[in-house]
């Protein structure tokens, strides 16, 4: 028995190996724009060229040269609307429990309090939940799928889990 220990422990480090280089990768929040759903500094980790996209996801995508993390909000060809504190998709205001609860009277950012985009093809519409401190779709447009590098799975410190 203590002859298939070693083989044991190369399998089990093979299998850790190939799963970290295709599968999954662990992931750093860095930035406070997805408040109080995770939070500065957490760790967690990332399924990697995740396809099946759906609304509330959180993705990892890169931008420029910039890893950003996101919620999905809207898929291609869907019309996005903003209205003050409201986001409006395909004529539907969103339920937006994981948000961080804005007076009426605070406005996500001054000059897209009124907003309205149609989701290109092969793309996302993403926001973060921290809505007054978040670079998001708003400014830097519809995400390309071929940027997403994949969904956040859970996220340890915050225990989000999805």
């Known amino acids: 028995m203590k002859k298939k220990e070693p083989y044991l422990w190369l399998l089990v480090l093979a299998i850790l190996i190939f799963a970290r280089a295709f599968i999954f990768t662990p992931i750093k929040v860095d930035g406070q724009s997805m408040q109080p759903t995770l939070r500065n500094n957490e760790r967690g980790i990332m399924l990697k060229n995740y396809q099946n996209y759906s609304y509330g996801d959180i993705i990892v995508f ?14 291609d060809g869907d019309v996005v609307e903003i209205d003050k504190n409201k986001v409006i998709v395909n004529d539907k205001i969103l339920e937006e429990n994981y948000l961080i609860t804005y007076s009426d009277k605070v406005e996500f950012i001054d000059e897209m309090t009124e907003f309205s985009q149609l989701v290109e093809p092969n793309s996302v519409f ?14 830097i447009g519809s995400i390309p799928k071929e940027d997403i590098l994949g969904k956040v799975l859970f996220v340890y410190g915050g225990w989000y889990f999805n």
């Open 62 to 75: 890169k931008s420029g040269n910039q890893r950003m993390i996101k919620r999905i909000i809207a898929l």
């Open 126 to 139: 993403v926001l973060g939940d921290n809505r007054l401190n978040s670079i998001d779709s708003r400014m």
